[in-house]
Nanobody, 123 residues
Framework: VQLQASGGGLVQAGGSLRLSCAASGRTFSSYSLAWFRQAPGKDREFVAAISWSGSMTYYADSVKGRFTISRDNAKNTVYMQMNSLKPEDMAVYYC?????????????????WGQGTLVTVSS
């Protein structure tokens, strides 16, 4: 599976962005997908994950109620709608895929990674 993330950019605090991650391959629906982020000088951290079917989603506490992960298996794409953005959300965002039926917060359980897209939030 090859992943291509897009949708990052510059936004003011309180604003919104929608990230997309397009995947190649015929077995997209057999992978759980996730978004991670990494800010300068910090470790990569889990943001959100979605199961094969999209019926189960998981979020980091820091983004619950503000971010929404979704997927469209017909388009081989996973999305993350980010609302009420804060300066602390600023990071490079990566999408990742795992053949596990459910998502995981552990980055080591993901086999495929996109190249990252930068989200900048101005205060």
């Amino acid at each position: 599976v090859q992943l291509q993330a897009s949708g990052g950019g510059l936004v003011q605090a309180g604003g919104s962005l929608r990230l997309s991650c397009a995947a190649s391959g015929r077995t997209f629906s057999s992978y759980s997908l996730a978004w991670f982020r990494q800010a300068p000088g910090k470790d990569r951290e889990f943001v959100a994950a979605i199961s094969w079917s999209g019926s189960m989603t998981y979020y980091a506490d820091s983004v619950k109620g503000r971010f929404t992960i979704s997927r469209d298996n017909a388009k081989n794409t996973v999305y993350m709608q980010m609302n009420s953005l804060k300066p602390e959300d600023m990071a490079v965002y990566y999408c990742a895929a795992t053949p596990r039926s459910r998502g995981s917060q552990n980055p080591r359980e993901y086999d495929y990674w996109g190249q990252g897209t930068l989200v900048t939030v101005s205060s």
